[in-house]
C-alpha cells in the first residue's frame, strides 16, 4: 500500500511540480528549504487545495483524479497545522472531542490513549489561551489523533515553539512513531527532526522533488544535496546490545557491526538510530590496532563526488548499512579509493538518537 | 405618566424591532458569510446596496417602498394577485421597511465578525471531519459569537429609532402602525410637550442602554480573545 502524488499548482508566480509514491506507512518527511511548497503539498493532501487534474491516491483510496475531489472532511486527514490552531471556544476536553465525536467508530487512537500518548492529563479542563506554545501545539496533535485519521499531516509542528519545547516534543513524536500504525507526513526544514523521525524522505526544493526514498539511503545519495553540505550525516539501525558498567558504556549492534557510546538507560533490545557525521569518519586500509577510537566497521566504497575544492566525500556499504566519509581529495587518492576498494572506517563520535 | 395611546405606540415599536431583528438575523447571516468569504468581483456591488440605507434619506427609501408595496406597485399587484391585500399601511409593510432600512446595522458586524474569525478554524473542522453546515455552526458561529449580540441590539436600536420610512409607509394608524417615534411627532405638533418628554426620554434611556450593551460585549469579548 502506498500514498502516491501527482499534481502541479501555480500560485501568482509560484509553479510547484510534485511527483513521488512512497509507502503508507511510517513516517515520511517533506524536506527542503523554507518557501518549496512543503506546506503547499500538505495542504492539497487535505483537500485545502485543489490542483487541476491532480492525482492522490492514500491506501489505495483515490482522493483526486481528473474526475473525482473528495472533499477534506472526508478524507480522515488529521492535520496539525504549523501554528497551534486549537478552537479559542473550546476547552482542550471540548477540542478533543470536537474530534473524538466526529471519528468512525473502533477506528485508530481513542481519545483515552491520544491524551495519554501526548500527556494531556492535567490540562484537560484548561482553555487554549491559558496554555503553553508546546502544550498548545500537543493538544493540537492529540486532536488530530482522536481523530482517528488514515493519514497524519504534521507541518513543522515545532516550528512555532522553542527549542526547550520543541525538545519537550520531540519524545512525543518519536513515541507516535515507534507506537501507532497511521502513516505520516512529516513537513519540516530542521536536518535533526529528519534524522530521528523520518522513514522516508521526499527531497523538495523550488516547487519541485529532487528525489524520493528510504531516508537511510537519501541522506547518502551523492547526486543529492544532502551528502554533499557540511553537516551530511548517515543513519543507522541499531539494537542495544548491553551495557558496560565498568566504563560507563553502551554496546550497540547494527548490520555494519558493533558500535559502542557512552552509557544511556535504554533496555537490551530495545531498537535505537545512530547518526554518524560524515565529517567524523576516516577510512583506513587496514584495521588499526593503537588508537582510541572504538567505532571501527570494515566497508566497502560505493562510490566518491568531490565535495568543496578540496575534499571528497565518500559512500560506503558497511554490511548493508550505508555510511558516509568526508575526507581531503589528497588522502582518497592516496589510498587509491574506488569502487570496490574494501577499506575500514573509524567514527571518531557516535550519535544515539532515541 | 403615559397614556394608553402611548403604551400602545411603544408595544408597536418594541414588536416592530423584535419581529425585524429576527428576520434580520435569519435573513443577514448567509448574506453577511457570503460577503466575508466570497471573493467575487460583483461582492463590491453588494456591498454597495446593503450599505445604501446607511446615506439614503429614509423618505426615499420610504417613497420607493411606497410605490412598490402600494395596490399599484409590483410587490402590491403581486400580493392582490395572490389573494393578499397591499402592505403600504399595514404592520406587515413597516416590518419590510424596517428590515432593508436596518440590515446593514446587523450585516456588517456580522460580516466583520465572520472575517476576523479567518478561514484557519474552519479548515482545521474541515480536517476534523466536520460537514460545511456542521463547521458552520459548530466553529463560525460561535466564534463570531459577539458580533451576532452587537447586530442584534444595533439592528433593534436602529429600527425603535426608525421614523422617516414609517411615515412614507405606515401612515399614520393608532393599534397598527402608529409607532413611538411618530407619537412624539404628533404630540410636538400638537404642543403636548408632556406627552412628548415621557415618550422621548423613554427612547433616550432604551437606546443608551442598548449601545452601552453593545460597547460593553464587545470589550468583554475582546478581553476573553486576547
Excluded at chain 1, 507516535?176 to 529528519?194: G, M, T
Excluded at chain 2, 403581486?78 to 399601511?89: H, K, T, V
Amino acid at each position: 500500500m502506498s500514498i502516491e502524488a501527482r499534481f502541479r499548482l501555480r500560485r501568482g508566480g509560484f509553479h510547484l511540480d510534485v511527483a513521488f509514491e512512497v509507502p503508507a506507512r511510517g513516517v515520511t518527511a517533506l524536506f527542503g528549504p523554507s518557501g518549496c511548497g512543503k506546506t503547499t503539498v500538505l495542504r492539497v493532501f487535505a483537500g485545502l487545495e485543489r490542483p487541476p487534474g491532480g492525482l492522490l491516491r492514500v491506501d489505495g483510496e483515490t482522493w483526486q483524479d481528473g474526475r473525482r475531489f473528495v472533499p477534506s472532511h472526508r478524507r480522515g486527514v488529521g492535520y496539525v497545522f504549523q501554528e497551534p490552531s486549537l478552537f479559542p471556544h473550546l476547552s482542550v476536553r471540548g477540542n478533543l472531542d470536537y474530534a473524538a465525536r466526529r471519528a468512525p467508530r473502533g477506528g485508530g487512537v481513542g481519545l483515552d490513549e491520544a491524551v495519554a500518548l501526548l500527556g494531556l492529563e492535567a490540562l484537560l479542563d484548561r482553555r487554549p489561551a491559558q496554555l503553553s506554545g508546546g502544550e498548545r501545539q500537543r493538544v493540537a496533535i492529540a486532536r488530530a489523533l482522536a481523530a482517528a485519521p488514515r493519514l497524519l499531516l504534521l507541518d513543522e509542528p515545532l516550528a512555532a515553539v522553542d527549542l526547550a519545547r520543541r525538545r519537550e516534543i520531540l519524545p512525543y513524536l518519536e513515541r507516535l512513531h515507534r507506537e501507532l500504525a497511521v502513516p505520516v507526513i512529516y513537513v519540516s526544514h530542521a536536518p535533526d527532526e529528519v534524522a530521528r523521525l523520518a522513514d522516508h524522505l521526499v527531497l523538495m526544493d523550488g516547487g519541485r522533488i529532487r528525489g524520493h526514498g528510504p531516508v537511510a539511503e537519501m541522506l547518502t545519495r551523492l547526486d543529492l544535496p544532502l551528502a554533499l553540505g557540511p553537516d551530511a550525516e548517515a543513519l543507522v539501525e541499531a539494537v542495544v546490545a548491553g551495557h558496560d558498567d565498568r566504563y560507563g558504556l553502551t554496546y550497540l549492534d547494527s548490520a555494519a557491526g558493533r558500535f559502542t557510546v557512552t552509557g544511556c538507560a535504554l533496555p537490551a533490545g530495545q531498537p535505537v538510530r545512530l547518526r554518524i557525521a560524515a565529517r567524523d569518519v576516516s577510512l583506513t586500509l587496514e584495521r588499526q590496532s593503537g588508537t582510541s577510537i572504538l567505532n571501527i566497521v570494515p566497508a566497502t566504497v560505493e562510490a566518491l563526488a568531490p565535495a568543496g575544492p578540496a575534499q571528497v566525500t565518500v559512500r560506503l556499504d558497511a554490511g548493508g548499512v550505508l555510511l558516509l566519509a568526508r575526507i581531503t581529495r589528497k588522502s582518497a587518492e592516496a589510498l587509491e579509493l574506488a569502487p570496490g576498494r574494501r577499506v575500514y572506517a573509524q567514527a571518531k563520535s557516535v550519535a544515539l538518537l532515541s | 405618566m403615559l397614556e394608553p395611546a402611548d403604551i400602545t405606540a411603544l408595544a408597536i415599536t418594541l414588536k416592530l424591532a423584535g419581529v425585524s431583528t429576527l428576520i434580520l438575523i435569519v435573513l443577514g447571516t448567509p448574506l453577511a458569510w457570503w460577503l466575508a468569504r466570497s471573493r467575487r468581483r460583483w461582492k463590491l456591488v453588494v456591498e454597495a446596496l446593503v450599505a445604501l440605507p446607511l446615506v439614503l434619506p429614509p423618505t426615499v427609501l420610504g417613497f420607493y417602498l411606497l410605490v412598490a408595496l402600494g395596490p399599484e406597485g409590483p410587490v402590491g399587484a403581486l400580493l392582490a394577485a395572490l389573494g393578499g391585500r397591499p402592505l403600504a399601511f399595514t404592520f406587515p409593510g413597516l416590518v419590510v421597511g424596517s428590515v432593508i432600512y436596518s440590515l446593514p446595522f446587523v450585516v456588517q458586524p456580522l460580516r466583520d465578525a465572520f472575517a476576523a474569525t479567518g478561514g484557519r478554524p474552519l479548515e482545521v473542522a474541515a480536517t476534523l471531519r466536520a460537514s460545511p453546515l456542521d463547521r458552520f455552526f459548530t466553529v463560525a458561529v460561535p466564534l463570531a459569537w459577539p458580533g451576532f449580540l452587537t447586530a442584534a441590539v444595533l439592528g433593534f436600536a436602529h429600527t425603535v429609532g426608525e421614523f422617516g420610512v414609517v411615515l412614507m409607509i405606515g401612515g399614520n394608524i393608532p393599534g397598527e402602525t402608529r409607532v413611538a417615534s411618530i407619537a412624539i411627532y404628533d404630540h410636538a405638533e400638537t404642543l403636548d410637550y408632556a406627552r412628548a418628554h415621557v415618550l422621548s426620554a423613554l427612547l433616550l434611556g432604551l437606546s443608551f442602554v442598548m449601545l452601552l450593551a453593545v460597547y460593553a460585549l464587545n470589550r468583554r469579548a475582546r478581553l476573553v480573545a486576547a
